[in-house]
């Protein structure tokens, strides 16, 4: 008993090392992450404590120093009255546009792409492989190679130059990408309630409606973020296909920052930046979770 008792008594003592190996190398990940958040938050760190400075303080102070004075003049001028050339209307009217761009967009890309991977995935048809195979390499045409074409139909639409215009380019080039999302996670959905809703009298419609789309919510918020960020950040089609009075926000931030006149109002376009991008940051902080669990929702069959 006595020699049992002994060898019990030694087992943790023989194992302290190797626990205490792997809360070193834990602490150390832990350390290793900090590290990286850090330097990947750095920049936006500078931006929000920037656009918080009187001019003054920015010239004599630290780069990385908090606002001795916090003020709130250079998100009311990047909002209301900075120029974006001979216009100082400020970013509202083009945040506005980008809205108007952004929502519809989205919605008919969505739900094309939904109907597109719902017909791909559950309804076969001679072609549907070649069909879904085009449409996939339409995924890596970059936009340069479409500008020209895109224009000249645009043109030929009555649609260049106008929010309707810009709706019409993000909606074609989004459709890609949406069918992918929705195909590889319809694929997953199993045949035999599709065969069971045919038996019961369903159609293409009603099946999609009642059985499809009440669960794609994951897939659906994977898609709704992926466009609404692709499409809010967009510049180039923006720059290309708009006229003043219906560019984007990007365009005007570009413009804010490249545009100005006398005195570098270094807080002004660091609150205009952050303005641009607080959409698309609500927009991950409320549904990111579900971003995740969306993606890797399609990925064991199919």
Same mark, same amino acid.
């Given at each position: 008993m006595t020699d049992l008792?002994?060898?019990?008594?030694?087992? &943790?003592?023989? @194992?302290?090392? +190797?626990?205490?190996?792997?809360?070193?190398?834990?602490?150390l990940l832990y350390l290793i992450l900090a590290l990286f958040a850090l330097y990947y938050l750095m920049p936006?760190?500078?931006?929000?404590?920037?656009?918080?400075?009187?001019?003054?303080?920015?010239?004599? @102070?630290?780069?990385?120093?908090?606002?001795?004075?916090?003020?709130f003049q250079p998100w009311q001028t990047a909002w209301s009255s900075a120029c974006t050339g001979i216009q100082?209307? @400020?970013?509202?009217?083009?945040?506005?546009?980008?809205?108007?761009?952004?929502? &519809?967009?989205?919605?008919?890309?969505?739900l094309l792409g939904a109907i597109n991977g719902y017909v791909v995935a559950q309804w076969r048809f001679r072609g549907a492989n070649l069909i879904f195979s085009l449409m996939l390499f339409g995924c890596f045409i970059p936009f340069q190679v479409v500008l020209l074409p895109m224009a000249r139909l645009l @043109?030929?639409?009555?649609?260049? +130059?106008?929010?309707? +215009?810009?709706?019409?380019?993000?909606v074609i080039y989004g459709i890609g990408f949406t069918t992918l999302f929705f195909r590889n996670y319809y694929v997953t959905i199993p045949n035999e309630l599709v065969k069971a809703a045919k038996v019961d009298g369903a159609g293409f419609l009603r099946i999609f409606w009642s059985i499809f789309l009440p669960l794609s919510l994951p897939i659906i918020v994977v898609t709704v973020i992926w466009q609404f960020t692709q499409i809010w950040n967009d510049f180039l089609f923006g720059v290309s296909f708009s006229q003043a009075g219906t560019q984007p926000i990007t365009v005007a931030l570009n413009n804010i920052v490249n545009s100005t006149t006398g005195v570098k109002e270094y807080n002004v376009d660091m609150a205009?930046?952050?303005?641009?991008?607080?959409?698309t940051l609500l927009v991950y902080i409320v549904a990111g979770k579900y971003f995740i669990r969306g993606l890797t929702a399609g990925s064991v069959k199919g």
């Open positions: 008792t002994l060898d019990r008594a030694a087992r &943790p003592a023989a @194992g302290a090392p +190797g626990n205490a190996r792997r809360t070193a190398l834990r602490w936006l760190f500078v931006m929000v404590t920037t656009s918080l400075k009187s001019l003054e303080e920015i010239r004599t @102070g630290s780069l990385v120093a908090l606002p001795r004075a916090v003020t100082c209307e @400020g970013l509202r009217p083009y945040f506005w546009n980008s809205v108007l761009i952004a929502v &519809p967009a989205v919605a008919i890309s969505t @043109g030929l639409m009555g649609l260049a +130059g106008t929010i309707p +215009g810009l709706i019409f380019v993000h205009a930046a952050i303005i641009a991008a607080l959409p």
